[in-house]
């Protein structure tokens, strides 16, 4: 089934023009060349970053114009390129690295040239990529992995993520959309852009150089006018069109998903996916249909999932909980996951959908999380997914990265096994059967000594040999030990920025203290700007190497660790009884523990009534669960209460009063954050400037004179407006008691 909504097409008017504009046009054409193709954001992103390198190659080595020097092509003057570059940039350690710096170099001169390059040429300097730089700069030419995560390792991730993890999210409700993400990338086999926002936003295209800078100015086909005045008046002109002509059913702009400023949302949206009840063997079936629309192959193919058995593993009710905590659903009388499971279908029917809102239909699924419910949902980026499917990877202990693209081989590797090359190919979106090499499971999942010696094949073996979590360990190093983190404090660089930080500030700070103003206010302005600077530099460093620190750390430990156990060095005294089952942490919201309670609950023996109250108890459990927030956990966290170590389930029974008058250390806007568990709204800081720094990455969602609601409980009950962020500080701190620091253009 294709999108909720269905429209009618506009009525195109016929436009008449005269013979010169189509000469014109046939003129500017010519001129213009063959039409470049569109790539990918990534492709191009690609191709403009190496045109900067030819440019300043160009500039510094060979002091010659980058455009003209670009032709003719010559083996010799790409060899020196491609040397020039590992000379240059020292991180370039991989030869898979350089070839792929070669491959987007070709894409960049075919964009530039309008033609491709002499195959030949090509060749040529491939060869001395690949038999004299690796060698003569010493670069690693392993192939880069591809991991398969196999469905008993993507059971293990699932079921770490509702009751082992113990990460924080901005919001609860994006814990459910992980969980669903990864069962979509299971069930659909897709890729990353299809699901998830991967496109750059327009300031980034703003700001990214741009190969086609370097094309002569061409002028726009939109500019090109008729000479005959009467032939433009006749544009508007438009022959009757009846109505059974134009009334056809076709796909709105709107309908397939545009934000407000009219871009494409390059994201699964509400209308992507319908829920649908279908009558099967003598019984209601709840069953969704995910349609993928942003894929690289054939748009628009419908993929149907349905209701597991196994709660873990079922899509559907993952989708009915996150569709009942947004009101998504166009029905009145779905307020209650009830409406929703046991709902049937009428006897003259064999389906009924559930359809979504006209206003939910073009809200993506998967939402960054927003403050305020007035802020316009936006899409989850891919790079932050990522981020949370690697740390769950390594949370679990898996000793290879985790990615959408582990899933998306081990449904390739699933499907292949049982479907035709044809049907591989629509599910994978592969333009030729031959793409299907690189997602094959690099561990031969084929029993070769079995086949040789003539017996029958041991599957289930070859199938632990061949999983993901055959080396996973869940004690492996997460973060960084003290003494990486005493390390990377004292590495010369971090010093020394800190160092430049901490003088900048310092100036700027005695500049604005001073009696009399001996510098302008643009140039405070510069300083701090420099002073931005300087403190993202520090903050990239720093990542740096806790990134490789941590990378380090977990290969030496799953090279070292089983020669260790063997030994008998490994401190077993942290390790759990081998009989009994890992001990669950302590959740700090009482949702989060009901919902690992339901998920590890046997479900095989009961009966089909009592499987139908133990999913309604859970999506129940999951649509509240939305509504709730977690704070980073910290390793000692001060109560208004007193001094308790880190933060346990929350009591529902205890009272929630916040008196008036706080404490200096303590955040209005936590404080009244009821998704928020009752300790860690009366969190205190350890000191008033903390406090501050916390409170200032609260207001940057508004503007200096925007309107603020107090966001303390009483304050909230009785409706407090402050006008502007000045009034938000005084009232702060003549009510609440609690002390801000000004914003700069108010000091």
Not at 128 to 148: A, F, G, H, N, T
Not at 352 to 379: D, G
Request: glycine share 4%.
């Amino acid at each position: 089934m294709a999108h909720q909504t269905y429209v009618k097409q506009r009525p195109r008017k016929k436009i008449r023009r005269s013979t010169t504009y189509y000469t014109q046009l046939s003129k500017q054409l010519e001129e213009q060349g063959p039409i470049a193709p569109e790539y990918a954001a990534t492709t191009e992103e690609g191709r403009w970053g190496m045109w900067n390198r030819w440019q300043k190659f160009c500039d510094s080595a060979v002091k010659q114009d980058p455009l003209a020097y670009l032709t003719p092509p010559t083996a010799e003057k790409y060899m020196v390129f491609m040397k020039w570059i590992l000379d240059k940039y020292p991180n370039v350690r991989k030869g898979h690295s350089l070839e792929t710096y070669w491959k987007q170099f070709k894409g960049a001169y075919r964009d530039l040239v309008l033609t491709s390059m002499d195959p030949d040429i090509s060749k040529q300097v491939l060869r001395y990529i690949q038999y004299r730089l690796m060698r003569e700069y010493k670069l690693d030419v392993s192939q880069p992995q591809r991991p398969v995560l196999e469905v008993d390792a993507f059971l293990l991730v699932l079921h770490h993520h509702w009751v082992q993890d113990t990460s924080v999210y901005p919001c609860e409700e994006q814990r459910l959309q992980l969980a669903l993400l990864l069962l979509f990338a299971a069930y659909t086999g897709t890729r990353p852009c299809s699901l998830l926002q991967t496109k750059p936003s327009k300031q980034q295209l703003e700001s990214a150089p741009k190969v086609k800078a370097a094309y002569a100015s061409q002028p726009d086909v939109a500019d090109i006018t008729d000479g005959d005045p009467a032939a433009l008046e006749d544009n508007n002109e438009s022959d009757d069109v009846s109505e059974s002509e134009s009334d056809h059913g076709g796909y709105n702009g709107a309908a397939d998903g545009r934000d407000s400023a009219g871009e494409l949302i390059q994201s699964v949206l509400y209308q992507h996916v319908t829920i649908l009840v279908v009558k099967h063997k003598g019984r209601d079936v709840l069953t969704m249909s995910i349609t993928l629309v942003h894929t690289k192959g054939e748009n628009r193919k419908p993929q149907p999932v349905y209701q597991h058995s196994n709660p873990l593993l079922c899509p559907v009710t993952y989708m009915i909980a996150l569709g009942l905590y947004n009101n998504a659903f166009a029905a009145s009388s779905i307020r209650d996951p009830k409406d929703v499971l046991c709902a049937q279908v009428p006897q003259r029917k064999n389906s009924l959908a559930l359809r979504w809102k006209e206003s939910k239909l073009n809200e993506p699924i998967f939402q960054e999380y927003t403050a305020s419910e007035s802020q316009i949902p936006t899409p989850l980026r891919g790079h932050t997914a990522r981020n949370w499917i690697k740390r769950l990877g390594e949370s679990v202990g898996l000793e290879q990265p985790l990615s959408q693209y582990c899933i998306r081989r081990a449904t390739g590797n699933a499907v292949d096994d049982v479907a035709t090359v044809a049907e591989r190919d629509q599910i994978m979106g592969h333009a030729n059967s031959n793409i299907f090499q690189f997602y094959i499971n690099p561990k031969v999942k084929c029993d070769v000594q079995a086949a040789f010696l003539e017996e029958p094949s041991d599957k289930t073996l070859m199938r632990v040999l061949g999983s993901m979590a055959l080396t996973y360990d869940p004690y492996a190093p997460r973060g960084l030990s003290e003494e990486d983190a005493c390390r990377i404090s004292k590495h010369p660089t971090i010093a020394k920025l800190r160092r430049n930080r901490d003088d900048m500030t310092t100036k700027i700070r005695d500049l604005l203290h001073a009696p009399s103003p001996t510098v302008s206010e643009n140039a405070i302005e510069q300083l701090d700007k420099r002073r931005k600077e300087l403190n993202a530099r520090l903050r990239r460093k720093k990542k740096q190497l806790r990134d490789r620190a941590e990378r380090v750390a977990r290969e030496v430990y799953f090279r070292e660790n089983d020669t260790r156990e063997l030994d008998g060095e490994l401190d077993t005294a942290r390790l759990p009884d081998s009989e009994g089952e890992p001990q669950r942490p302590d959740y700090q919201l009482q949702e989060r523990a009901h919902i690992a309670e339901l998920l590890c609950r046997p479900y095989g023996d009961l009966s089909e009534s009592d499987q139908v109250q133990h999913r309604l108890e859970l999506v129940r459990a999951l649509t509240k669960l939305c509504s709730r927030r977690e704070t980073r956990r910290r390793n000692a966290v001060r109560y208004a209460s007193g001094n308790e170590a880190s933060p346990k389930q929350e009591d529902p029974d205890e009272p929630a009063s916040f008196p008036l008058r706080c404490d200096t250390r303590q955040c209005l806007f936590c404080l009244g954050d009821e998704r928020l568990p009752v300790r860690q709204r009366r969190f205190r800081w350890c000191r008033p400037a903390k406090m501050m720094d916390h409170v200032e990455g609260h207001l940057k969602q508004y503007t200096l004179n925007a309107r603020i609601y107090c966001p303390h409980p009483i304050c909230k009950a009785d409706g407090w407006a402050l006008d502007g962020v000045l009034h938000f500080h005084r009232h702060a701190h003549t009510v609440h008691g609690i002390k801000h620091r000004l914003p700069k253009p108010l000091l």
